[in-house]
Structures are given as structure tokens and as C-alpha cells.
């Protein structure tokens, strides 16, 4: 059963906040344990790599390689079967097109003064890409991750995915081989984490980690922090629905297990002013939950996080939402288009009642690695521009040297640095 | 005595990996201390604000307030001389006609199957910018950090600086001021940190905190991160000065030392081709040194982390200004379009001979808050994207879902994830 509010209520303000205060995640403290771990890797390379998968996957790394031969994807790719051979091949080429558009133009130009400025992008010269093992280790997330680093030009891709007991989902290796996957190597955990982040004797270490993991990977992006670049640590999934009373309640309710089976920790969450909609779309989560497989998982996520709020108009679902923030956001509503305009904090949002948020993890082209936790008031989903750097450009000839020469030696002065001001004087002898 | 390292010794590759491994700031383990400074702002709000600042900063807010008037402001712009004044102004104005020009563009588009996708742009709605007290309290950062939120159209933005004794440069109020800051108060600290992150009863909490500060102020940034966004971690300034034969020693001293001055773990590095000016540039550096206020900390950085390193070719210079991948990169060469196009680590690029880095300091236009510590390898100065995050957007109808709905249902069902093929195929009913 899922927490219920109504804006009208007198309580709404508080419980609302309580709502948005919510803790979902245990955050484990793992730092000793991947302190340790990143050192051995650091400090013994392959050995470490060896010994930690031995340990911790059963695996004997030093029989199968810790590389992942052409002979193992190619055969793993020969096992998939034709048709979702196909959707994953149709999956790449629309997150391909539809990245291609976010790639930045550079920008030069001269002002008035004729000082040339402007902006160069350029891809990150290498990547790591983090694909957890087990139940979590989906070829949607392999396709989210690299075909973007792909499109803004990483020269080198390295894929690590850890295979306990030896076992390795062949459908993740080839989403690696179909988005362009350069190395893949059998390895997870923290260790896999130091050995992208400082290299080992088989593995050149890279510029940046991305992908998501458990509580020891995402202790080891933190702490690798600086000497590479990692992507935002990735928590929980959530969905917000936005429907008015026109829908079907088992749609919604589709929606909103869709979010839960995910994690116990997932969230969903239904904002309607039709209180006839909120009461139908509980009973059919229920009946739902009695066919689904996953039921404990969504069960769970359902009745601890689950909520449904009432609201006297539609309207004021914008305010909810932009506090919110939620990762997806759902307008299951006749016209989709005035609240999205509206709405300014959430990852991805999905318009009218045909857009079902699965659309988005799998083939409608945008990413769906985004922002949880509320984190949309300050970031976005993956992107190209996560796989670019962009470096600016300054160009004067003595002339705008010249112009711009008192007001820097100004503020140098005011600032109480004088070989700043010495710097720019020396060349017009000031 | 600065690091002499030639591409043409034996052991180059060696000292050359010993250079971009140096370690340059000593980090202070802070983390409990400022943990118990952010839990008393959470749970005692401004009572633990005025607390702190008196125990900190010998500051009785009690009295003063903990707001900064408009009073306050006026009075010290009106203490600013006109000069500098003027030379802040002709700063704001010219950052905020670049920045300008990195606006992203929304995108959006049907495709061929007639599936609309897209992505909006909106400003993060509250800011909050640290800005240092004592000597590192710089006008010129107020301004490179505050412009280019204001340009993304952030619509709170909120000034912390602390005033040790009470006292505060009035420079700074006068930039925050001309650069359209909304609110101030004068805190600082992990307090500061935690009192934008969550609030107090006098100062409503922000989205995202940007600014330098030192390592309490860093770690604080460390820990809220998640509740509000955070930007990069600054360290230590650098400059990559790259020269031909064809340089007076002394604008290249001068250069080096405007680096230097600024802290004695900043790091300025030249690499040369010609051993004469090599030479001639060290005795220039000694030389200026002499006449420098501030030559006890430039002679620190010089001694400690100052490097030349000679090559046979300046087309050497671009995989080595690649592995620097230096915060700034001058090229003082006689055409430096061809270095410029090649280099692709750097944070901003100064080209030629009349482009001292110190113009980007203050009155380019360009930010001068940029990637320290090699991490240009992966990421960007600030700008106008960092103060705004991308909502991405799906819309399908009927048709538009029943021509991905196979795809998304395999994949789906590859996942082993039930309730999303049924949110796709409940809609069709398939």
C-alpha cells in the first residue's frame, strides 16, 4: 500500500517533505575495504586482478585471460538469437542518430576590439566502461553508455564486466561488440575500478569511468575521483506519472511496476486529480503484482515507496514535480504539451499517453542513464558532451594587447599581483 | 632552480612520468572535523552559524547580521576608485558577451517513424558561490563565477565570503553587485558550504555551490554533494608555456612567474627547442624575482614544481601539452594555429606571443575557472553549461508504439524485466 497525499490536506507541506526526505538507500561504508582493494591493484597490477577475482568471482583469470578474446564475443554473439539480435541493433542505431545531434560545434570568433576567442570540443581520449555482473548486467546500459563515447569520438573504449563463477551474459557482449567496444576484460568490483583508473600490465589505464555499480564500485569511482573522471553515481530508479482521470488504470499501474521491479528501492509515484483514477490504478497494481515475476522486488518498492498524490488541478502537479525531480517523469494527460513546458527538473520526460517510459530504456533513442535521486535540479542525463572536454581559445596581436592592457594591470594591481600586471606590461613597456 | 629535462636523454621518459606524478598539494584529512561543522548548521541553523563565524572568524553576526545590506554593498562600491571600477566593469561586460555565446540550443525533431525526441535546456534555479576571504577573496573569480549563471538565467543566486575580523574586501561586493548577485552573507567555512546546501532559517538553501575554497571548504563541498550539485575541486594553479628561439626571455619569465606567485604549489612549466633560451629564461626568472612582492612564494613554486623541458622539435611539444594537460597552455611561437589545432588536453589555450595568460585572468572574456591537476584529460572549464541540465523528451502515439513495441518487449524480456514489456504491451494489447 503506498503513502497517499492530498495538497488539499492540511498535513500536505510536511508529508510532502518527508517524501522528498526520504532515505532509499543504505549507504554502506565500504571506503576501508576499496581503499585497500584500489592498492593491491595500484601496487601488484595483474597479480592483484588475479588474486581479487579468484576471491571474489571464483574465476581463475589466469587460465581464461583477463582479457575477453574475439573468439568468446564473436561466439557469444553467435548465441543470440536473431530477433534480439535485431532489437539491440536497432536500439544502437537510435541512441546513435539521436546522439549524433548533441554533438557541440566549436566557435571561433573576433570582437571588436579583434581579439579572437572561441571554443574547441574534443573527445576524451580513452573511457572505461563499467558493466555490473549478475541480475544487473543489461545490454540496454552497454548501448546507453558507449554508443555516446562513441559518437563524440573516443578513440579507446574499454569495457570491464566481472564474471562470477565464469559465467558472462553473452547478450552484454554483444551490445559491446554492436556499439563499438574496443577491450573488454573479465573483471568487477572495486579492482576493476583501480585497474581502469591506474592500469595494469594488461590494461592502459583510461581518462574516465562511467557506468553503474554496487556500493564497492561507486566507493572506488569516488575515490579514484581526480586521477580519472567518473560519471555521477547512479542511485535508485524513479518514476513520476502525471495522468489525468482519461487514462486506463491498468496503463498506469503497468507504469508504475514497470519503476518497481527494478530495486526495492525504486520509486514510483502518481500525481492525478481524479481521485476515482488513483483508487482504480491501486487496485490494479495489485492485480498486476499477483502475475509478475518480479513481485517481491515490486511489492516492496511499491508499498515503502510508492505514493499517489491527489491534486485539485493539474496544474499544480509542476510545482510537485520540479521538486521532485524525478529521473523519468510521465504526462499521461490529453495535452502533454503545457505541463512539459512548464516542468524545468527532471531527466527525461515522456508525453502523452502512448510514450510509455520503456520506451526510453530500450529503443527510443534518447539515454536513459539520468539523473536520480533528485539530482535533476542541478544535472542531466548522459550525454556526448560527458565523453568531451572543451578547451577556450584567447588570440591577441599587440593592438588588443594594448586595449586591453590597463584593465587587466588594473585589477592585477587590485588584486595584489604583480607579476600578473608585470606579465602584460613587460610586452608594450608598461 | 626549476626541473631540466630534455626529450633527447635516455631517462626523459622516466623523469618526465616523475613530473606529471608530483604531488603538489598536501591533503589535509578534514573530513571529521567539517562533518561535525555541517551536522551543527543541519540540526542548530543560523544559531550554529553565528556560533562558528565567531569562533572562526572573531565575527559577532549576532550584531552585524548575517546578511550583507544593500547598505553594506553600496557603500562599498562607492569606496572602489573609478579605475577599478571601470576595469570590473569592462571585465563583467566582455565574460558576459562570451559566455553568451555558450547558450545551448533546444533540440527538437520528428523522426522518420514519426517519433518526436528532443532536449530542453533549463537553468539550475538557485546558485550558491563560495568566494574565499584574506588574500585569495578575488573580484575577478566573483565575476567568472557569477556571469555565466546569470547568463544561464539561474534566478537566485547567493554569496558567501567570510569576514575574518570582520573585515571584507569591498572589490568583491562590488563585483557580486555588478554582476547581478542577488543575495550575500557573510559566512564562510564548511558552515558556509552547509548552510547553502541546507538552509537555515535566514538563508534558503541552493541547488548547486560553486567556487574555490580551501580544503575545509573543499571537503564540505564533498560531503553535500548529492543534497545540491557541486562543481569541480580546484586545485593549484598551472601554465604550459610553449616558446621558440624567437621569445624575449623576459616576457616568458614573466609569464612563468605570474603562475608561481599565485601559491607555492602552483606549477609553471616551459618546453623549448632552444637550449639558449632555455638558459636565458632562468636568468630572467631570477632576475624578476628580485623586484617581486610576492617572490618568497614564487620562489617556492619555481624551486619545487617549476620544470623546462628542452626538444629536439616543437612538434614534440603537443603529446607532451597533451599528457600536462595543463589548466593553461601558452603558445608563444610564431604560428601557433598548427600546435592549437593539435593539442587536445588543455583547459584554455593562449595563442602567440601578445596573449599572456594573465588577459584570460581578468578581461579576455573567457573563464579563467579552469580543470587543474591533468584533469583537462576529461573535463572543462566553467561556463554557461554548468549552471543549466538538459531534460530529455520522448512523444509517440499509437503508430509510433506499436513500430518499437517488439523491440523494446525483446529486450525487455532479454532483461528478465516483465512488468516493462507488459507497460509497452498493455497499450496494444499485446
Known amino acids: ?59 581463475d583469470l589466469d587460465k581464461l585471460g583477463i582479457r575477453i578474446s574475439a573468439a568468446e564475443i564473436a561466439a557469444a554473439r553467435a548465441s543470440v538469437d536473431a530477433e534480439t539480435y535485431a ?153 513520476l506519472v502525471v495522468a489525468d482521470a482519461a487514462n486506463d488504470p491498468d496503463w498506469i499501474a503497468a507504469d508504475l511496476l514497470a519503476q518497481a521491479e527494478h530495486d526495492t528501492a525504486a520509486q514510483s509515484i502518481l500525481i492525478t486529480d481524479s481521485p476515482e483514477l488513483a483508487a482504480e490504478v491501486e487496485k490494479a497494481v495489485e492485480r498486476q503484482l499477483a502475475t509478475l515475476p518480479r513481485a517481491e522486488t515490486a511489492r516492496a518498492s511499491w508499498r515503502d515507496f510508492g505514493a499517489i498524490i491527489l491534486v485539485g488541478d493539474l496544474a499544480e502537479s509542476v510545482a510537485l514535480a520540479d521538486r521532485i525531480a524525478a529521473e523519468h517523469l510521465e504526462l499521461a494527460v490529453e495535452d502533454p504539451e503545457p505541463l512539459f513546458a512548464a516542468v524545468t527538473n527532471a531527466g527525461a520526460v515522456f508525453l502523452g499517453r502512448y510514450t510509455p517510459e520503456v520506451i526510453g530504456d530500450y529503443v527510443g533513442g534518447s539515454n536513459h542513464v539520468l539523473p536520480t535521486a533528485r539530482s535533476a535540479r542541478f544535472s542531466s542525463g548522459l550525454g556526448v558532451l560527458d565523453f568531451m572536454k572543451r578547451t577556450s581559445l584567447l588570440k591577441l596581436g599587440p593592438d588588443q594587447l594594448r586595449a586591453l592592457a590597463p584593465a587587466a594591470m588594473t585589477l592585477a594591481k587590485a588584486e595584489g599581483l604583480d607579476a600578473h600586471g608585470r606579465s602584460v606590461g613587460i610586452r608594450l613597456n608598461l
Open 87 to 239: 532489437a539491440l541493433e536497432l536500439a544502437r542505431d537510435r541512441i546513435r542518430s539521436h546522439h549524433e545531434r548533441q554533438r557541440p560545434k566549436d566557435d571561433r570568433y573576433t570582437d571588436a576590439l579583434g581579439v579572437e576567442l572561441g571554443s574547441k570540443w574534443t573527445a576524451v581520449q580513452s573511457v572505461g566502461l563499467y558493466v555490473p555482473g549478475g541480475t544487473a548486467s543489461y545490454p540496454s546500459s552497454v548501448l546507453m553508455n558507449a554508443v555516446p563515447a562513441k559518437v563524440a569520438g573516443v578513440g579507446r573504449i574499454v569495457m570491464v564486466v566481472p564474471s562470477p563463477d565464469g559465467k558472462l551474459n553473452p547478450l552484454v557482449l554483444a551490445a559491446a561488440e554492436l556499439a563499438g567496444v574496443d577491450e573488454i576484460y573479465r573483471i568487477g568490483g572495486a579492482q576493476a575500478v583501480a585497474a581502469l583508473a591506474y592500469g595494469t600490465e594488461t590494461i592502459a589505464p583510461v581518462a574516465k569511468i562511467v557506468g553503474p555499480g554496487n556500493a564497492y564500485v561507486a566507493a572506488a569511482k569516488r575515490q579514484v575521483f581526480g586521477q580519472v573522471g567518473i560519471d555521477m553515481i547512479a542511485g535508485p530508479s524513479e518514476v
Open 1 to 59: 500500500m503506498a503513502i497517499r497525499l492530498d495538497t488539499a490536506a492540511a498535513d500536505f507541506e510536511a508529508r510532502f517533505r518527508d517524501l522528498l526526505a526520504m532515505k532509499r538507500e543504505v549507504s554502506e561504508d565500504v571506503d576501508q575495504a576499496v581503499r585497500a582493494i584500489v592498492r593491491a591493484v595500484r601496487e601488484q597490477g595483474d597479480a592483484a586482478l588475479i588474486e581479487l577475482s579468484k576471491k571474489f568471482d571464483r574465476v
